[in-house]
C-alpha cells in the first residue's frame, strides 16, 4: 500500500499516518490520469495579433489610393513593382512580406522601404528560410510596430540589435516562432510599450518578463503558450496597463499582482481558475477598468461586480468550445449539364491535359491524421512532436535523479528536498511550456517504490533516455500512483508524490494533495478539447481554402477549353473528361496487367507514374510521412517478394517500389491511397486505413515490419484494374 510506504519516510508520524491513510482514500475519486499532446495555434487567434486586417495583394492594378496597406510576396517581381509604385506615391504605412526567396531583390526591397517615410509597421508572415533582415531596416527611424510570424529560422538576436537603435519602435508581435529563448539584445529595445508573444510553448517566460525590467511596458499579452502560471517578476512591471494571459492553463494568480498599481485591463479567459472569486479578488485595489473572464454563477458574477463597480466585465461563454467563425463553402461556377449526346459535338482534350497541373499538383499537409487526444495518449505509435513541432526539434521528456551533488548545483531548478540513503528520488523533465499539465506537481519530488535499484532504475528510465510522452495514472485500488512513460511501449513506474513543507501540517499537505490532482485534470481536460476543437476547425477550414482555390483554378481552366466544354457546369466537364479518358484506353483494355503495360496505361489516363526506391535506417511515422522497411508474409507464415504499388486517387499519382525481402515503401498518410501487392503478376489490394492499421500493429523503429497479407491474389487487365482504382477515387 501506498501510505506504508509515506510511513517509512522521517518526516511522518504516526498520528500523519492516519491523516494520509485517510487523505488517499480521497484519491479515489480520481479515474485514471492520462495526457497527449495537440496543435493548438488556430490561424484565426493569430490574426488578432496581426495589424493586417485590411492588407491589399499587390497587383499591377493597385493604385496609390490603396497603397496604404499592402502585401507583397517577398519575389523580385514583386519588388519591382512595389518600387514602381512608391516612384509614383508615398502612402504606404503598413506592409506585410511573405514568401521569402533569397536574392539581391530582397536587399532592394528595404532599401526601398528606407524611403517610405509613412512606414509605421512591417510584418514579416512565414518566410521559410529567412535567417537575417538587412541593415537598411535600421534606416526606418519612424517605424512603430513590427510583427513577426512563423519565422522559425530568424537569427532573433540580430534581430532585436538591429531595432534597438529605433527610438519610434513601441510595439512588437511574435507569433508562432517556436522560440526557446529571447536573446540578451531585446533589452536594448528602451522605448517598447506594447509586447505580444504567442505560440511559443518552448519559450521561458521567467526570463522573459525579467527581461522587460528596464523597459516602461505598459501592455503585456501572452496567450496560446501553455502557460502554468504567471512568472512572480511580473511585479517588477510597474507601468503595465493591459495584461493578457488569455487560452492558457493557468489556475492561480501570484499574490505579486496585487503590486501592478496602473493595471486598467486584465483579460483571463480560457484558463482553468480553480476559484474565480479568489483568484480575481487578488486585483481588488488596482485601477482595473476591464475585465475579462470565463462563465461564472450569477453570485460569483455579482460578487466580483462588487469587488470591482466601475469596470466593465466580460464573461466567455464555454458552451460549444472555441468559435470557429467559417464561413459556408462556396457555391460551385454554374453551367449546363453534361449529356452524352453533346460529346458529338467536338473532341478537345487541351484542358484535360491541363487539369491535373490546376487541380493535382501539391499534396495536402493540412489533411492531418485526425485520432482524437485520448486516442493518440493511448497508442505508443504517436508522440508530441507529430502534432506540435512539426520540424522535429522536439527531443522528448526526460526524468532526472535527485543525487546530493545536485542539491549544491545553482543551475538546478527543480526540488532540493533532501533524500534518505537507498531512496529513489526523481523529477519529471518537460521542455518549455509544452506539458502545463504536468507542472500541476511543481515542488513535489516522485518516490519510486518499485523492485528496481537505483543503478536499474537509472539505466532503464534516466540515463540517454528521453520518452515520447509522459502522464499520470492513478491505481484507486492499490492506492498507488503511476508515472506512465511512452516509448516503443508504455513503461508504468510506480510512485508517490512528496510534498513536504516543514512548517506546514500535513492537513495541508493532504489538501495539496488533492488540490494539484484537480489542477491535473483539469489542464488535461482543456487540453483535450481544444486539441479536438482544433482538428475540427482545420477540417472546415482545408475544404473552404481548397473551395477557394479549386474556384480560382476553374476559372483558369475555363481558358483551355474550346467552345463545346463550356457549356457543361464542373460536374458534366468532369464527366466529360473520364468519356475523353476511357474512350482512348480502350486499345488497352484487354491488355494484361504488368508494370510496362500500366506505364503505358498511365500516360492515356495522365497519371504521374514513377518508380522510387527507399533506404532508410529505421521506420518512421508521422501524420504527413511514413517510411517502412517491410518484410510481407501469407497467413501460413512464408515470406514472399512482392512489387508494391502505392496510389493516390486524390492527387493522380502512382509509384512502384521493389519489394524485395527488407526493402522499403514510402506512403503519405495525410492523403488518402491505396496500396496493390504484386505477387507473380497476381493483385492484393489493401485501403490506406487497411494498410497503416497492419504496419502500426507490427511497428518497429530499428527493423524491418512483418506485414501478415491475408488477402487472396487475383489476376486482372488493364479494364478491370483501373475498375478496382476507381472505386477508391
Known amino acids: 500500500m501506498l501510505y506504508k510506504r509515506i510511513l517509512k519516510d522521517r518526516l511522518v508520524t504516526k498520528k500523519m499516518y492516519l491523516i494520509v491513510k485517510n487523505s488517499l482514500y480521497l484519491l479515489k475519486i480520481f479515474s485514471c490520469m492520462s495526457k497527449v499532446k495537440f496543435l493548438f495555434l488556430p490561424l484565426l487567434f493569430i490574426s488578432s495579433f496581426c495589424f493586417s486586417q485590411h492588407y491589399i495583394q499587390l497587383e499591377k492594378t493597385t493604385t496609390c489610393e490603396e497603397a496604404s496597406m ?6 523580385s517581381d514583386d519588388v519591382r513593382q512595389l518600387d514602381s509604385l512608391m516612384n509614383q506615391c508615398d502612402q504606404l504605412e503598413y506592409i506585410r512580406i511573405k514568401g521569402f526567396i ?19 509597421g512591417i510584418e514579416l508572415f512565414y518566410n521559410d528560410g529567412l535567417k537575417k533582415l538587412p541593415k537598411t531596416i535600421k534606416q526606418n527611424k519612424q517605424l512603430r510596430v513590427i510583427s513577426v510570424v512563423g519565422n522559425r529560422q530568424l537569427d532573433y538576436d540580430d534581430l532585436f540589435k538591429k531595432l534597438s537603435g529605433l527610438d519610434s519602435l513601441q510595439k512588437i508581435s511574435l507569433v508562432d516562432n517556436k522560440l526557446r529563448e529571447i536573446p540578451h539584445s531585446f533589452k536594448k529595445i528602451k522605448g517598447l510599450k506594447q509586447l505580444h508573444i504567442s505560440g511559443n510553448e518552448g519559450l521561458d517566460y521567467k526570463s522573459l518578463v525579467a527581461s522587460l525590467k528596464e523597459t516602461d511596458i505598459e501592455e503585456l499579452s501572452i496567450p496560446l503558450n501553455s502557460l502554468s502560471d504567471i512568472p512572480a517578476e ?22 505579486d499582482i496585487k503590486s501592478l498599481k496602473k493595471l486598467e485591463t486584465f483579460k483571463s479567459e480560457e484558463n482553468i481558475f480553480l476559484n474565480v472569486n479568489e483568484e480575481l479578488s487578488k486585483l481588488k485595489g488596482l485601477n482595473i477598468k476591464y475585465l475579462s473572464f470565463d462563465d461564472v454563477k450569477d453570485d460569483e458574477l455579482n460578487e466580483i461586480q462588487s469587488v ?3 469596470a466593465i466585465i466580460k464573461k466567455k461563454e464555454m458552451e460549444g468550445g472555441m468559435e470557429d467563425n467559417i464561413k459556408e463553402l462556396a457555391p460551385s461556377i454554374e453551367g449546363k449539364d453534361f449529356s452524352v449526346v453533346q460529346l458529338e459535338g467536338g473532341e478537345c482534350d487541351l484542358a484535360i491535359k491541363q487539369y491535373n497541373g490546376l487541380f493535382l499538383g501539391k499534396n495536402n499537409y493540412t489533411n492531418i491524421d485526425s485520432l482524437g487526444f485520448y486516442e493518440r495518449l493511448n497508442s505508443v505509435k504517436y508522440s508530441y512532436n507529430e502534432k506540435v513541432l512539426a520540424d522535429g526539434r522536439y527531443e522528448g521528456v526526460p526524468l532526472m535523479l535527485h543525487r546530493k551533488w545536485m542539491l549544491k548545483s545553482t543551475n538546478v531548478h527543480y526540488p532540493r ?15 518549455g511550456n509544452l506539458y502545463p499539465e504536468l507542472k500541476a506537481f511543481n515542488g513535489m519530488l516522485w518516490v519510486y517504490v518499485g523492485d528496481k535499484n537505483k543503478k536499474d532504475f537509472n539505466k532503464a528510465y534516466v540515463q540517454k533516455r528521453n520518452w515520447k510522452d509522459v502522464f499520470l495514472e492513478f491505481d484507486a485500488v492499490n492506492e498507488t500512483f503511476f508515472v506512465v512513460l511512452k516509448g516503443d511501449f508504455t513503461e508504468k513506474i510506480p510512485a508517490y508524490p512528496r510534498y513536504v513543507n516543514p512548517q506546514s501540517s500535513l492537513k495541508h499537505a493532504k489538501l495539496q494533495y488533492a488540490k494539484k490532482f484537480q489542477m491535473y485534470e483539469k489542464r488535461l481536460d482543456l487540453r483535450s478539447h481544444r486539441f479536438n476543437k482544433e482538428i475540427e476547425r482545420q477540417k472546415i477550414k482545408n475544404e473552404l481554402r481548397k473551395q477557394k482555390i479549386a474556384n480560382k483554378n476553374w476559372s483558369r481552366l475555363r481558358s483551355y477549353m474550346c467552345d463545346f466544354e463550356k457549356s457543361f457546369n464542373r460536374k458534366g466537364w468532369l464527366d466529360y473528361r473520364e468519356f475523353h479518358i476511357n474512350k482512348n484506353h480502350i486499345p488497352l483494355d484487354t491488355l494484361e496487367f504488368n508494370l510496362l503495360n500500366l506505364k503505358e496505361s498511365c500516360k492515356v489516363r495522365y497519371i504521374n507514374y ?3 526506391e527507399v533506404s532508410s535506417s529505421k521506420n518512421i511515422i508521422n501524420p504527413v510521412i511514413g517510411k517502412f522497411l517491410l518484410n510481407f508474409k ?11 504499388l502505392v496510389y493516390y486517387p486524390t492527387v493522380r ?11 522499403g515503401i514510402e506512403v503519405r498518410p495525410n492523403l488518402d491511397f491505396v496500396i496493390i501487392l504484386i505477387k507473380e503478376g497476381a493483385l492484393c489490394f489493401y485501403t490506406g486505413k487497411e494498410f497503416m492499421k497492419e504496419v502500426r500493429s507490427g511497428f518497429s523503429e530499428k527493423s524491418p515490419i512483418d506485414v501478415v497479407v491475408s488477402k487472396s491474389f487475383k489476376n486482372y487487365d488493364l479494364k478491370s484494374f483501373w475498375k478496382v482504382m476507381n472505386h477508391f477515387d
Open 634 to 644: 501469407q497467413s501460413s507464415g512464408n515470406e514472399f517478394p512482392t512489387k508494391v
Open 653 to 663: 499519382k502512382l509509384t512502384v517500389f521493389n519489394g524485395e525481402f527488407g526493402s
Open 308 to 310: 470591482f463597480p466601475n
Open 417 to 431: 528536498y533532501k533524500i534518505k540513503k537507498g531512496e529513489i528520488a526523481f523529477s519529471i523533465c518537460p521542455d
Open 234 to 255: 511580473i511585479k517588477e512591471l510597474s507601468e503595465l496597463k493591459v495584461l493578457d494571459i488569455r487560452k492558457n492553463f493557468i489556475s492561480e494568480l501570484p499574490d
Open 610 to 612: 514513377k518508380k522510387s
Open 102 to 120: 533569397e536574392g539581391p531583390h530582397w536587399v532592394k526591397l528595404f532599401s526601398i522601404l528606407e524611403h517610405c517615410v509613412r512606414l509605421k
Open 70 to 75: 499592402l502585401s507583397i510576396y517577398a519575389t
